[in-house]
């Protein structure tokens, strides 16, 4: 790969004996490192059986109310 422009300009500051501005830079990464990886199969139905209060959508009862009128016409 071909060096870029500011990079070129870096060395010649280096090898005339100017401050190199990469020692001062901190060892840290701007960017996160850890490790992403997508759900497992096994991990969204996880997450699909633990939401609204850990329950399951197979066991989960009618807890609606309903509230029939029976209006007939006298």
Known sequence: MAK???KKYRDHRERNGIHDV???RGNLP???THVRKT????GKWNQLH???K????HQRQD???F???DLAVV
Not at 39 to 42: E, N
Not at 54 to 57: E, I
């Open 4 to 6: 870029s422009r500011a």
């Open 22 to 24: 990469t020692r001062s």
């Open 30 to 32: 701007h960017f996160s």
């Open 39 to 42: 759900k497992t199969k096994q």
């Open 50 to 52: 633990t939401k609204h």
């Open 54 to 57: 850990k329950r399951s959508l």
């Open 63 to 65: 807890e609606g109310s």
């Open 67 to 69: 509230l029939f009128l």
